[in-house]
């Protein structure tokens, strides 16, 4: 074959696949390619995320009682400890001698007491000798009087024996006086021993101040003292009257903070899984527990009613998760996410989120039974817009793919899906993507499948 003829063979080739592109471009001129999915029935599950740090659900910092230098220091942080343990001594020398001296005065007090009763018991003798002697002047005295009638004896012995009968009365009543008086004695040596033995339990918790206990079985979470360090008493959260901090990890919890858009849809005792930053591949079961009804603003963490400024802000709201397991690898402070799911539905209807779009129906069925574009933006723009959420169906008409508005009912939304109550059945393909194609996506375009996945720069633009 001669090189004149192979040209002009090439040449005709070439026309023809000019052609036959032309043709396939402006049987392509007008349509717009969408990603789509379908409508299927899946297990769905909303889940509502916070972030926070571990805590337990009980701790306390151990204050000082007691003024003076730290002369015992029994833990160490990050020791476990025992109720009733003793955890530090303060230097206890004036309580000691406090205590000392008043055991000595309690002392001499049940002494005194012991004298007193055995002064009762003198005296109590003595007043029955004294009767014994009244009634023997009584006699006598008595004897006398009738013998004194009968002219039988002196005045003067009648007059003996009526002193006698007379003194044997006062020696009597004093004798009684001085019985009350022994009892008398006896009852303020009784008190000044209460007073004492109530003193001296003053001067016992004095002294028992000077050491410090774990009120709880506990982990020392911060001892931010040392020995020899003197501590002070009465000034909360100050240098030097803090010993230590304890935590009961018994009951560990997550004190999180809640989007003030998702607090709405938490209740008590809804699952939770908690995962520890500093535990990779780890997670921990648990459940709400605490739900905060005060906002807190995010920036600074204080609650709205708190608050003096008048701007507007992001706000959170505090939730609090119990774990069901106790771990010895958690230990407070630590960073942790919790994800709480508010909804779980088996067999739901659902489709990805990212479907969703706000159009007016009234205007969509413009576009789709309006031939001209122009026209139908000519009459849409005349409407006053009223949007609702809804998805576009792909359609085949005419043996060509075109979508469809078709407003949707949602319910619950999961990480990437939604529920549809209404407005959707299953099987049905509806049109996902891409985001820049669905902002300008009308009813009655055709459309073509290309579900090759959306780039970055695809979806920023």
């Known amino acids: 074959m001669s090189a004149k003829k192979i040209v002009i063979t090439l040449s005709v080739v070439l026309v023809v696949a000019i052609i036959v592109i032309a043709s396939i471009m402006k049987s392509r001129s ?39 230098r730290i002369t015992h220091l029994y833990v160490k942080e990050g020791d476990h400890v025992k109720k009733g343990q003793t955890l530090a001594a303060i230097e206890s020398v004036q309580p000691e001698s406090a205590v000392a001296a008043q055991t000595a005065n309690i002392s001499a007090a049940k002494t005194d007491y012991a004298s007193s009763q055995a002064a009762i018991r003198t005296a109590e003798a003595n007043l029955e000798q004294a009767k014994a002697d009244l009634t023997q002047k009584r006699f006598d005295y008595e004897r006398y009087v009738q013998l004194y009638r009968e002219k039988l004896v002196s ?39 209460q007073q004492a033995v109530a003193n001296q339990k003053a001067n016992f918790d004095t002294l028992d101040k000077t050491v410090a206990r774990a009120p709880f079985d506990a982990l020392v979470t911060n001892v931010p003292v040392r020995e020899g360090e003197t501590m002070v008493t009465g000034i ?24 003030e858009t998702d607090i709405v849809n938490l209740k008590l005792d809804q699952p939770v899984n908690v995962t520890v930053d500093a535990l990779p591949g780890k997670s921990f079961r648990g459940h709400v527990t605490e739900v905060g009804d005060q906002a807190l603003l995010r920036t600074t963490g204080i609650a709205t009613s708190q608050s003096t400024t008048g701007t507007e802000e992001a706000k959170d709201f505090k939730v609090v998760v119990t774990l069901d397991e106790v771990s010895p690898e958690l230990k407070p402070g630590l960073s942790c996410t919790a994800k709480i799911t508010t909804a779980k539905i088996a067999d739901a209807l659902s489709l990805p989120i990212q479907a969703l779009v706000q ?71 509806i049109v996902i993507g891409r985001f820049k194609v669905l902002r300008t996506l009308k009813s009655g375009m055709k459309v073509k499948r290309d579900n090759t996945p959306e780039t970055a720069t695809e979806t920023s633009s």
């Open 30 to 68: 007008g349509v717009t390619p969408v990603a789509t999915a379908k409508v299927k029935r899946e297990e769905l599950v909303s889940i509502v995320s916070g972030t926070g740090q571990i805590k337990p659900k009980t701790y306390v910092n151990v204050g000082a009682t007691a003024f003076g």
């Open 359 to 429: 159009r007016d129906p009234v205007i969509e069925n413009i576009y789709a039974t309006t031939k001209k574009t122009t026209e139908a933006a000519t009459k849409a723009a005349e409407i006053k817009a009223n949007p609702v959420q809804g998805v576009y169906v792909v359609e085949n008409k005419d043996g060509k793919p075109t979508v469809r508005f078709v407003p949707v009912a949602t319910g619950v939304t999961g990480t990437t899906e939604i529920q549809v109550l209404s407005g959707l059945t299953q099987g049905q393909e």
């Open 155 to 193: 005045k003067q012995d009648y007059d003996a024996k009526k002193g006698a009968f007379d003194v044997a009365v006062a020696t009597l009543a004093q004798r009684e006086a001085s019985v009350n008086q022994s009892k008398a004695q006896a009852d303020s040596s009784a008190s000044k021993i």
């Open 236 to 259: 909360q959260n100050a240098l030097g009257s803090t010993l230590m901090s304890l935590a009961d990890m018994s009951v560990i919890t997550a004190e999180v903070k809640v989007d």
